[in-house]
Nanobody
Framework: QVQLVESGGGSVQAGGSLRLSCAASGRSFNPYLMAWFRQGLGKEREFVAAVTRSGYSTFYGDSVRGRFTISRDNAKNAVYLQMNSLKPEDTGVFYC?????????????????WGQGTQVTVSS
């Protein structure tokens, strides 16, 4: 059974940094795409970033490009999200997700596996 478990969330002041981790478990689980989505209070879940299996191709949402960096360690079955220059509008629950090849990277419907989420709160 595949499980995605996020960690690293917390509270930080605006301008600060956090690093999220997502550990994937499951026999021979090495999905083509791993991604982060987030959902603010009262908002729809939105795409944050994604990385392909090789790690060479990365994708970012417009609001985080230049501030967040996604990376992947296949040996550890893990994906990370380094978040710098955090803003109050980054506040929300961050979810790790995994998908196979094909489809739109930014479309959450393409993702088959989801973690439970980790809360990130950025205060002004």
């Amino acid at each position: 059974q595949v499980q995605l478990v996020e960690s690293g969330g917390g509270s930080v002041q605006a301008g600060g940094s956090l690093r999220l981790s997502c550990a994937a478990s499951g026999r021979s689980f090495n999905p083509y795409l791993m991604a982060w989505f987030r959902q603010g209070l009262g908002k729809e879940r939105e795409f944050v970033a994604a990385v392909t299996r090789s790690g060479y191709s990365t994708f970012y949402g417009d609001s985080v490009r230049g501030r967040f960096t996604i990376s992947r360690d296949n040996a550890k079955n893990a994906v990370y999200l380094q978040m710098n220059s955090l803003k109050p509008e980054d506040t929300g629950v961050f979810y790790c997700a995994a998908a196979g090849p094909g489809g739109s990277v930014r479309d959450q419907r393409e993702y088959n596996y989801w973690g439970q989420g980790t809360q990130v709160t950025v205060s002004s």
